[in-house]
Structure formats: structure tokens, C-alpha cells
């Protein structure tokens, strides 16, 4: 650790107190100019599958872009529904979230990817 840290006596490192302060005015200038985009939360689709005897309703999927359009893929590579590319969509979005297709609603639900 760097800068205020090092000048505080030894007991004083550890205080909590000492390090959130530290880490806020270290990291705050970086955190505040991190916009972090995401996608909406629920995006409504069409289904390309007939789900009615299906035996759940949620399915993990994949979003493939082709032209305006996004199709949504089981990880089998399955198209199981489709939309228009919402405006605000970013191509990084695969690699930073999980959606979710939930048949009954007609939706996508998007997650933070753990």
C-alpha cells in the first residue's frame, strides 16, 4: 500500500476506518468514470419453439446477432426465440451477463455473470 498508508503507524494499517478511506481516495476518480452499461432487464421475444408440453419454463440462452435482429440460442445452439436488436445492445453483453428465457412470459432476463 501506498502514499497515506505507509506514513500511519503500524497499529493503524489495519483499522478498518483507515482503509476504506484509503481505498475511496484511491479508486474513487477510476469508480466514478466507469460507466457500466447493461442490458435491459427483460426483453420481450418471439418463440421459435413450441413449448406447450415442455416440462420447465426457464431456459438459459444465448444471444446471437444477425443483422437487426438477436436470436436467442440453448447452449446446443437450439434457436428458441428471436427479437429486434434493442438499441442500447452492446456485442460484450455475452461475455459479461447470463440470460435467462422464461417461455411462459415471452421473456429474457438478464444477470450479472458470476
Request: proline residues 7%; hydrophobic residues 35%; positive net charge.
Amino acid at each position: 500500500m501506498s502514499g497515506v498508508l505507509n506514513t500511519l503507524d503500524p497499529n493503524d494499517r489495519l483499522n478498518p476506518v483507515t482503509i476504506k478511506n484509503w481505498a475511496q481516495q484511491s479508486f474513487a476518480p477510476t469508480l466514478a468514470t466507469t460507466t457500466r452499461l447493461r442490458p435491459n432487464r427483460q426483453i420481450s421475444v418471439s418463440l421459435l419453439r413450441d413449448f406447450s408440453r415442455a416440462s420447465k419454463q426457464k431456459w438459459r440462452v444465448i444471444p446471437v446477432e444477425i443483422g437487426k435482429e438477436i436470436h436467442w440460442l440453448d447452449p446446443a445452439g437450439f434457436p428458441l426465440a428471436s427479437c429486434q436488436k434493442p438499441e442500447s445492445w452492446q456485442a460484450e453483453y455475452l461475455s459479461e451477463y447470463d440470460f435467462e428465457l422464461n417461455s411462459n412470459d415471452r421473456v429474457i432476463r438478464s444477470s450479472v455473470y458470476l
